[in-house]
T-cell receptor, first 115, second 110 residues
């Protein structure tokens, strides 16, 4: 079974702090994604990565950056946390294999509160 | 621009009352149509991938079907443990990204 893990289930940070969210997958997937999920807005893509050291902006990259130094690990960084970044953060991975529809497998999520 | 629209936003069923959830999509060169289940406070759990019109997949009380414009998630004789938000997503040609709908929140009342 595919397993995607995230470093924290719940996190409380203060405005202006630098925040690191980490994601690890154990299926040797090439693609990794970071989303945030808010009531009424659904899932919104922040950043994604097709390969080690590669990154692409999603729909809402402002205020965020990412790092992918190893294939299995994808980190989301909030450079200076703000209250409007309070949200559920979800990491996902997928593999562009020939028989795959590119389905994504999600981690359990990190509920981040910025006060 | 790819779009995925789910209806209804919320559905309340009595235990045993079968129904369907709808997912309409506009995607250039559909590569796959995906269904997920999400419980409160948790990440989405992958259920099905459908690749082409006419395809059907089943898992317990759930059956997903696909046409050229829509997908349906049929729930037969639901139980309270089927209560969750069901998300639909699609991927188009040349893209690894998924476009998600906003989900249908299903409540099954004993």
């Amino acid at each position: 079974d595919v397993k995607v893990t995230q470093s924290s289930r719940y996190l409380v940070k203060r405005t202006g702090e630098k925040v690191f969210l980490e994601c690890v997958q154990d299926m040797d997937h090439e693609n990794m994604f970071w989303y945030r999920q808010d009531p009424g807005l659904g899932l919104r893509l922040i950043y994604f990565s097709y390969d080690v050291k590669m990154k692409e902006k999603g729909d809402i990259p402002e205020g965020y950056s990412v790092s992918r130094e190893k294939k299995e690990r994808f980190s989301l960084i909030l450079e200076s946390a703000s209250t409007n970044q309070t949200s559920m953060y979800l990491c996902a991975s997928s593999s562009p294999s020939g028989t795959s529809g590119y389905e994504q497998y999600f981690g359990p999520g990190t509920r981040l509160t910025v006060t | 621009e790819d779009q995925v629209t789910q209806s209804p936003e919320a559905l309340r069923l009595q235990e045993g009352e079968s129904s369907s959830l709808n997912c309409s999509y506009t995607v250039s060169g559909l590569r796959g149509l995906f269904w997920y289940r999400q419980d409160p406070g948790k990440g989405p759990e992958f259920l099905f991938t459908l690749y082409s019109a006419g395809e059907e997949k089943e898992k317990e009380r759930l059956k997903a079907t696909l046409t050229k414009k829509e997908s349906f998630l049929h729930i037969t004789a639901p139980k309270p443990e089927d209560s969750a938000t069901y998300l639909c997503a699609a991927s188009g040609a040349g893209s690894y990204q998924l476009t998600f709908g906003k989900g249908t929140k299903l409540s099954v009342i004993p």
